[in-house]
């Protein structure tokens, strides 16, 4: 939920972005919006590596597991570039496209992962280990 509302505060602030006249606050804001997102998500997909790669082994094997790292890594490094551009002197327009494939991205990768998330965990691992679909702690 966490991240939800992070992807929608950021898509809000980018339909607002006037990439000729971006100032110094407003590209701080932008930078500081996404450097948060990084690290919710950063955590969030830890605990994804952490917790769920056993389920996902046993129920798909390591090919399952090799995608969730492969697009793992692809989210972290989209978001550390995207840090690293708003930290330049001026924001350009290739940030901003950045930024929008990743939030319709990662909602899509959300709306899958709450769909199938059933099907990779036994149905008695939500309730013993406390674990609830939509939330950023897990």
């Given at each position: 939920a966490l991240l939800?509302?992070?992807l929608d505060?950021?898509?809000r602030d980018l339909g607002q972005l006037n990439l000729e006249s971006v100032e110094a606050p407003t590209?701080?804001?932008?930078?500081?919006?996404?450097w948060k997102l990084f690290l919710a998500l950063d955590d969030h997909l830890g605990m994804e590596e952490r917790d769920l790669v056993p389920y996902?082994?046993?129920a798909g094997g390591p090919k399952a597991v090799e995608q969730l790292q492969d697009e793992h890594h692809e989210q972290r490094t989209v978001l550390l570039a995207m840090v690293?551009?708003?930290d330049a002197s001026s924001l350009t327009a290739r940030?901003?496209?950045d930024a929008r494939w990743?939030?319709?991205a990662l909602r899509r990768d959300m709306d899958r992962e709450d769909a199938e998330f059933d099907k990779v965990a036994p149905g008695t691992f939500l309730s013993q280990d406390g674990f609830v679909t939509d939330q950023c702690s897990g």
């Open positions: 939800r509302r992070m505060d950021l898509e590209r701080n804001k932008l930078g500081d919006a996404i996902l082994l046993e690293h551009e708003c940030v901003v496209d990743l939030i319709e």
